[in-house]
């Protein structure tokens, strides 16, 4: 076994591409090929199933590219303290559904990120493929929620897949709606007050399911019910059509601006935040990082840590 063998594994499950992986490692595609069939036949496994598509990873390949990062970001610990060796590029992926909070946490990792290159992932996407990402290794970290109607769903798919749900905070539901809205300056807002304005959503995709639905309350009947795909359309809807959408509550106005209100939902429903990671790696230092800043921002915005 080679560490170029073991960076070669990394570079192909990140890009799912033979050809991708070889033109980023700067050799030919025949060489990676060879060189991974190698380290396959010397352990006796299959690390890739390759398809026209592209190429993923096997159960066992997810394990061992597990060790082959730690292994790796532990080799180059010891470089940096006895050779005096630079930091490589660092490299984080994280999956999370649509949390501002999320959002900046990972902006303020990149701003105290002291290397001079990284590359760095931030995926605002759906439940289910947040769930498939940290178990695939394609991100190391998967911000996600639970409630009493989801979790028994969630958590047994989380089971299966050998990740691990780590509480950060709960929270209240509230409602964002504009600041123009009609129901702006109300203290507190009921499901019945706004039956009469479009309920704005995020689409699920084939896992369409109520449990995987970002939004709590989801099987509760709407007569106005827009589905949508990413966080800014959704905020541009809430301002053109008078929409409203349920989330925790938590806003940034550096990157939401001060135009959106957050108002308490009369419900006894809670939302328990969280973030998963997969039980067959350790985490990399800058998704270490990450978490530590998701944790201190969450504090910051007057939430206590679970």
Request: charged share 25%.
């Amino acid at each position: 076994m080679k560490l170029n063998q073991l960076r070669y594994i990394i570079e192909v499950a990140r890009t799912g591409s033979m050809n991708e992986a070889a033109k980023k490692l700067y050799i030919t595609q025949p060489s990676l090929s060879t060189a991974i069939k190698e380290l396959e036949d010397e352990f006796d496994l299959k690390i890739f199933i390759r398809t026209t598509k592209g190429v993923s990873l096997t159960t066992e390949g997810t394990e061992f590219l597990g060790y082959a990062k730690q292994i790796l970001e532990q080799t180059e610990l010891l470089e940096q303290h006895y050779n005096k060796k630079l930091p490589s590029k660092q490299l984080c992926s994280i999956s999370t559904q649509h949390y501002a909070f999320a959002v900046n946490a990972f902006v303020n990792l990149i701003k105290k990120n002291h290397t001079d290159e990284y590359e760095f992932t931030l995926r605002e996407t759906r439940t289910h493929d947040i769930i498939t990402d940290v178990t695939t290794l394609r991100s190391e970290v998967g911000i996600l929620y639970l409630n009493d109607f989801n979790q028994k769903v969630i958590r047994r798919l989380l089971k299966e897949n050998n990740l691990t749900f780590y509480p950060l905070f709960d929270a209240d539901p509230h409602v964002f709606i504009s600041t123009k809205h009609p129901l702006a300056l109300n203290s507190k807002i009921t499901l019945e007050e706004l039956e009469d304005y479009p309920y704005l959503s995020f689409e699920q995709g084939e896992y369409n399911s109520f449990y995987f639905s970002e939004e709590i309350l989801s099987t509760v009947y709407h007569k106005k019910s827009i589905h949508v795909s990413d966080r800014a359309t959704l905020f541009n809807l809430l301002h053109g059509l008078n929409g409203y959408t349920i989330s925790t509550g938590v806003l940034s106005t550096d990157l939401n601006g001060s135009d959106i209100a957050s108002i308490p939902l009369k419900t006894e429903e809670k939302i328990l935040v969280g973030w998963i990671t997969s039980q067959k790696v350790q985490l990399s230092q800058s998704a270490q990082h990450y978490i530590s800043e998701l944790k201190r921002l969450i504090e910051q915005y007057g939430f206590k840590l679970k």
